[in-house]
Nanobody, 122 residues
């Protein structure tokens, strides 16, 4: 059974940084890609990033613009989203996903888990 659990959210001031963690089980990086989506209050979910099995990551450049990076710890079956220069508009619930694709601006995924709330104050 595929399970994903995001953690690490919290309240941060604009310009600050935060690292989110995604602990997963039921698969490995060799099986599925891993990525992140987010949902701001009152808005639709949007793709943030998707990392494939050769650790190449596609980011949503509409808003990431070099501020976020993904990394992984294979031994711990954990993926991370390192977020810098945070803005109030980054406020959202962040979810990690598995079996994601991010092609031509379209983000799709098969699995997702509980999210973690990120609040960026101005």
């Amino acid at each position: 059974e595929v399970q994903l659990q995001a953690s690490g959210g919290g309240l941060v001031q604009a310009g600050g940084f935060l690292t989110l963690s995604c602990a997963f089980s039921g698969f490995t990086f060799d099986d599925y890609t891993v990525g992140w989506i987010r949902q701001a209050p009152g808005k639709e979910r949007e793709g943030v990033s998707c990392m494939n099995s050769i650790y190449s990551t596609t980011y949503n450049e509409d808003f990431v613009k070099g501020r976020f990076t993904m990394s992984t710890d294979n031994a711990k079956n954990t993926a991370y989203l390192h977020m810098n220069s945070l803005k109030p508009e980054d406020t959202a619930v962040y979810y990690c996903t598995a079996a994601c694709t991010f092609v031509s601006g379209i983000f799709e995924y098969m699995f997702w888990g509980q999210g973690t709330m990120v609040t960026v104050s101005s």
